[in-house]
């Protein structure tokens, strides 16, 4: 249930980055994350009846694993050099956020005096809050949530700036050069497909890997 899940909100990311490019990508986990949020809420004024209760907690769990599966379709995005750091601290995080939350709104603290319903419900309220820094997030070349994109701004500019002259000089830099070029989809599909017509290049055709692989060349 819990692969399916996450598998469900990886996919979500993906059509979300197909279409929409990065701005779609961070929608989907948005919409996931806060949706698990509001659902929290609702799991802690459920308690009438023993099935609506089982029935709102299984609804509950599957956004918030969709929401961990769209979070990781956003992650290979934000450094190539230091993804493995990235995706350590995201996955980092998520363990000390919910050490946080237990020992705020469920560990015996008489300091609360906090029921297990009221605890479901302040939880869903700092998930929702949570989300919402999401629109915080701005890639130069992709934009935000809420933000346009610098059209002066490119890919390289930005998985580029993790390498310093020494290292592209030994040409340490052709993965995050490569990966640059192949994550312009980001930018959209009209965008995306705009740019394939400027370099000649039919979107999805075998010539596709020419402008990367001469982009490469010329640079190192």
Same mark, same amino acid.
């Given at each position: 249930m819990n692969l399916f899940c996450r598998s469900a909100g990886g996919l979500a990311s993906d059509l979300g980055?197909?279409?929409?490019?990065?701005?779609?990508?961070?929608?989907?986990?948005f919409i996931l994350q806060l949706c698990a949020g509001a659902l929290s809420i609702v799991l802690g004024n459920v308690d009438d009846t023993l099935g609506g209760t089982i029935a709102v907690m299984i609804v509950f769990s599957a956004f918030v694993q969709s929401a961990e599966g769209a979070c990781y379709g956003v992650v290979p995005f934000v450094s190539r050099r230091s993804y493995g750091v990235v995706a350590g601290m995201v996955g980092a995080g998520g363990n000390t956020g919910s050490a946080v939350t237990q020992a705020l709104f469920f560990a015996d603290n008489p300091g609360l005096k906090m029921s297990t319903q009221d605890g479901l419900v302040w939880m869903g309220v700092m998930i929702m809050a949570v989300t919402c820094t999401l629109c915080s997030l701005h890639w130069p070349a992709w934009g935000g949530m809420l933000t346009p994109a610098n059209p002066s701004a490119t890919e390289e500019d930005y998985y580029l700036s993790d390498w310093d002259?020494?290292?592209? @000089?030994? &040409?340490?830099?052709?993965?995050?050069?490569?990966?640059?070029?192949?994550?312009?989809?980001?930018?959209?599909k009209a965008n995306y497909a705009k740019?394939? @017509?400027? &370099?000649?290049?039919?979107?999805?055709?075998?010539?596709?890997?020419?402008?990367i692989a001469k982009d490469i060349k010329t640079d190192s």
């Open positions: 980055g197909k279409y929409f490019g990065m701005r779609g990508r961070l929608w989907a986990y002259p020494e290292e592209v @000089a030994a &040409n340490l830099h052709i993965p995050s050069l490569r990966f640059a070029m192949e994550s312009k989809s980001m930018r959209g740019y394939m @017509a400027e &370099n000649s290049v039919k979107e999805g055709s075998e010539d596709s890997d020419v402008v």
